[in-house]
C-alpha cells in the first residue's frame, strides 16, 4: 500500500514509520521542513517525502494522487497562545479538503477518549478534528487514547520528573482523577493494526491499557518500579493555575503545555469497551511494564522520538534552513578557538554536550539561566535531550535546537529557544586541527544591546573554560 504520513517528525510518527516500512509499504511523509527529518536509516525506495503545511492550502498540491490510506497525526496543543483549536480545526480542514482529491480509501486518526459532558479545550478540540475529518470520499478510522506511557513520551517524562525529584508532593486534587494509560507500543500496533482492515471502516474505538488507574496511583507506581518513597499530598486549594505553575516549574514541560495538561487532567478518561485488542491480537501491555519498558529504552539509548521533537519557537515554523546561514551584520559574537590533537575525541565530546553531560564548565550558571528562563515563561534547562551521544537536525537540546550536526562535516549548529531579546546561535566546527566556538547574538534593539553587555563579562568566562574543558587532554589510564 501507499500510505501519506502526518506529523512524521513528531512523537507517534517517528515511533510508526519504521513499523509501516517492514510491513512493506510505500511511505510519504508530510513534512513542514525536510532539513528537520533524517531519513538516512531508511529505505529510500519505499520512502518519499514532501514539504507542506496544512495550515498553507497552495501547499498541499504536493500530496500525490495515488495514495491508498492516510494517518492524521497532527495536534497543535503545545501551540503558543490560545488559539490552537482555530489551528487544529483549519489543518484538518484543508486535509480532508485535499484528500478527497485522491484515491485515499481509509484515514486512520488519533485523538483522544472523550467520555465525560464537560471537556477540557484539548479533548474538545480532538472531537472537532474527529468530526471534521469524516467524509463520503472515504473511510474513517478512529482511535481513542488517553495517557500514552513511553519513552520520550509528555506522559511519561512528567511523571517521571514529579517522581524522581519530589520525595514529598503538595498536590491539586485533579491527581483523583481516573484515566486509563496505554503503553505507546500498544499505541503503535493499534494505529499498524486497523490499516486495510474494513471491519474497522467508519468506526471509532478507545483505546487503553489494562488498569484503570487515578494520577495518584500512576505516580506511586512509577515511584515503585524505581525503588523510590514517595508521599503525595491532596490539597483542595490549588487552582488551574497554580497547577500550571507546578507542572512547569517541576517538569520539562512548556507552561502553554502544562495548562492544556493540567485542564485535561482534570476530566476522567475511561475507555468504553470494545474488542478491537481482540480483534488485533494485540496484548494489552500492564503501566508497569510500561514503565520498565520506557526505561530499558532509554538505558540503552534507543529512543526514537521525544515530546519535544515538536517545534516550540515561532520563528522555527518557518523552517531550520532559514536559520542555517548565521547572520553577520548587526552581531555581537564571542569567537574562540584551540588546537587539538585528537579530533574524533574533540567531536564525540562536542556531539555528547548538554543534558546529562552538562556544558562541561560552569554548569550552575547555565542551570541559573534556565531557571530565570523558565521564570519568564520560557522551555528553560530541563528538556535534556534524547540520546547522549547521538544528535539530528531539529532534536532540543535543553534549551536549544539543533540547526545542523554532521558529523562528517565536523560542525554543530544550535539555536536558541530560550527568551531573549534578540536571537543566539552557537556553533561548534572543527578545521585543520583547530576547535573553533562561536556564539552569535543578534539583538533586538536597545534592550538586547543591553543584554549582551550586561552578560559580557559571564561569558567570557563561561564559553573561555567550555572550550577549554572540550579540549583538555584526556587522562591516560595505565
Not at 485522491?102 to 468530526?131: M, P
Not at 555528547?352 to 534547562?381: A, H, P, Q
Request: proline share 3%.
Amino acid at each position: 500500500m501507499k500510505i501519506l504520513l502526518t506529523g512524521a517528525t513528531g512523537y507517534i510518527g517517528k515511533r510508526l514509520l519504521p513499523v509501516l516500512l517492514d510491513k512493506g509499504h510505500v511511505v510519504v511523509c508530510c513534512v513542514r521542513d525536510k532539513q528537520r527529518f533524517d531519513t538516512s536509516k531508511y529505505s529510500q525506495d519505499q520512502l518519499e517525502v514532501v514539504e507542506l503545511d496544512f495550515l498553507k492550502p497552495d501547499t498541499l498540491n504536493a500530496i500525490p494522487k495515488d495514495i491508498d490510506a492516510a494517518y492524521y497525526l497532527i495536534h497543535s496543543m503545545s501551540a503558543a497562545g490560545d488559539d490552537f483549536e482555530e489551528l487544529e480545526k483549519k489543518s484538518a480542514q484543508n486535509f480532508r479538503d485535499r484528500l478527497r482529491q485522491t484515491d485515499v480509501q481509509q484515514v486512520i486518526y488519533l485523538g483522544g477518549i472523550v467520555n465525560s459532558k464537560e471537556l477540557s479545550k484539548h479533548l474538545r478540540s480532538r472531537k472537532q478534528v474527529e468530526d471534521i475529518l469524516a467524509s463520503p470520499s472515504y473511510a474513517l478510522t478512529t482511535l481513542r487514547a488517553g495517557i500514552i506511557v513511553g519513552s520520550g513520551s509528555a506522559s511519561f517524562e512528567i511523571i517521571r520528573d514529579l517522581v524522581e525529584k519530589l520525595p514529598v508532593m503538595i498536590a491539586p486534587k485533579w491527581l483523583n482523577t481516573r484515566t486509563q494509560p496505554i503503553a505507546i507500543r500498544n499505541v503503535i500496533e493499534f494505529l499498524s493494526g486497523v490499516l486495510g482492515r474494513e471491519e474497522t471502516y467508519n468506526k471509532t474505538y478507545d483505546i487503553g491499557g489494562p488498569q484503570v488507574l487515578t494520577y495518584r496511583e500512576m505516580l506511586l507506581k512509577f515511584a515503585e518500579v524505581r525503588n523510590l518513597k514517595r508521599t503525595i499530598i491532596t490539597v483542595p486549594v490549588m487552582t488551574p493555575r497554580l497547577s500550571s505553575y507546578w507542572l512547569y516549574f517541576v517538569t520539562s514541560t512548556s507552561y502553554q503545555l502544562a495548562v492544556n495538561l493540567v485542564n485535561s487532567m482534570k476530566v476522567e478518561v475511561v475507555c468504553d469497551e470494545n474488542n478491537l485488542d481482540k480483534l488485533l491480537e494485540i496484548a494489552l501491555i500492564p503501566y508497569e511494564k510500561a514503565i520498565r519498558m520506557a526505561f530499558d529504552k532509554v538505558e540503552q539509548q534507543e529512543v526514537l522520538s521525544s515530546w519535544t521533537d515538536a517545534q516550540s519557537s515561532n520563528l522555527l515554523a518557518e523552517g531550520i534552513s532559514n536559520l542555517i546561514e548565521v547572520p553577520t551584520y548587526g552581531c555581537f559574537k564571542d569567537e574562540r578557538s584551540r588546537h587539538v590533537e585528537d579530533e574524533q575525541h574533540i567531536l564525540d565530546r562536542v556531539w555528547s554536550i548538554g543534558g546529562k553531560t552538562g556544558w562541561y564548565y560552569g554548569n550552575w550558571l547555565w542551570e541559573v539561566r534556565g531557571f530565570l528562563d523558565k521564570l519568564v515563561g520560557g522551555v528553560g534547562l530541563r528538556r535534556g535531550r534524547k540520546s547522549n551521544t547521538e544528535i539530528t537536525a531539529g532534536d532540543s537540546l535543553d534549551f536549544w535546537r539543533v540547526l545542523y550536526a554532521d558529523k562528517e562535516e565536523k560542525r554543530l549548529l544550535l539555536y536558541a529557544e530560550m527568551k531573549l531579546p534578540g536571537e543566539a546561535w552557537l556553533e561548534f566546527r572543527i578545521a585543520g586541527n583547530t576547535l573553533y566556538q562561536v556564539a552569535t547574538f543578534r539583538p533586538l534593539g536597545v534592550w538586547g544591546r543591553l543584554y549582551w553587555y550586561a552578560l559580557l563579562p559571564f561569558h567570557a568566562f563561561i564559553f573561555k573554560g567550555m572550550i577549554d574543558k572540550i579540549t583538555e587532554k584526556p587522562e591516560s589510564t595505565t
